[in-house]
């Protein structure tokens, strides 16, 4: 089982260049979410999908886009990177139980992308 | 504002040793709340979850937690510890609006 499936593994940008993340779930979710993780503050949330069609702001949503391609995909681009962009990026699927952000849903999460602006 | 918080960054135990990992979290309610281990370079694995009920919830690789109320607190535990558990612990709740992270422990373990 493939579950949560991230692409690339590892970038490096140099500032103000643009670049899309990719993300796939083959989980039949319907809820999926973007996450930055830096050392000593846990995972934010940057923006994330309660269901095909819709998307919403996170806790740290700025410089950041995001497309709900259809139910099994759900990319994040940078538009013009920046090095406080530098962080590892989670994407992760769950069902949505509730609430605004997947209530009691687990979340499963990709190995992430770890992206380092210059 | 909600958050989850995690007052050990690291924890070095002996294998074999038993092991507690501490989580406090602040909500208006009773959020639900979940244990996620993360594996150098891997994504985070779902450990246990506490909904309601039963206050002592059991997971996977031999760890459990326990709700306390009064507390406010969801404290991570393993009798034993093993090499292989050496990783990064996240604690994290939701109330309904988002899953909100502590900051993790790093769990080394001595052999």
């Known amino acids: 089982n493939a579950g949560v499936t991230q692409t690339p593994k590892f970038q490096v940008l140099k500032t103000g260049q643009s670049m899309t993340l990719q993300c796939a779930q083959d989980m039949n979710h319907n809820s999926m979410y973007w996450y930055r993780q830096d050392p000593g503050m846990g995972l934010r949330l940057i923006y994330y999908s309660a269901s095909e069609g819709t998307t919403d702001k996170g806790e740290v949503p700025n410089g950041y886009n995001v497309s709900r391609l259809n139910k099994r995909e759900f990319s994040l681009r940078l538009e013009s990177a920046a090095p406080s962009q530098t962080s590892v990026y989670f994407c992760?699927?769950?069902?949505?139980?509730?609430?605004?952000?997947?209530?009691?849903?687990?979340?499963?999460f990709g190995a992430g992308t770890r992206l380092s602006v210059l | 504002a909600q958050s989850v918080t995690q007052p050990d960054i690291h924890i070095t135990v002996s294998e074999g040793a038993s092991l507690e990992l501490r989580c406090n979290y602040s909500?208006?309610?009773?959020?639900?709340l979940f244990w996620y281990v993360q594996s150098p370079g891997q994504g985070l694995q779902l450990l246990l979850k506490y909904f309601s009920g039963d206050t002592l919830v059991q997971g996977i690789k031999g760890f459990e937690a326990e709700f306390k109320r009064s507390q406010s607190s969801f404290n991570l535990r393993k009798p034993s510890v093993h090499w292989s558990d050496a990783a990064e612990y996240f604690c994290a709740g939701n109330a309904g609006n988002m899953l909100t992270f502590g900051g993790g422990t790093r769990l080394m373990v001595k052999p």
């Open positions: 909500y208006g309610a009773t959020p639900y």
């Open positions: 992760a699927s769950s069902e949505n139980l509730g609430g605004r952000a997947g209530g009691r849903g687990i979340q499963y």
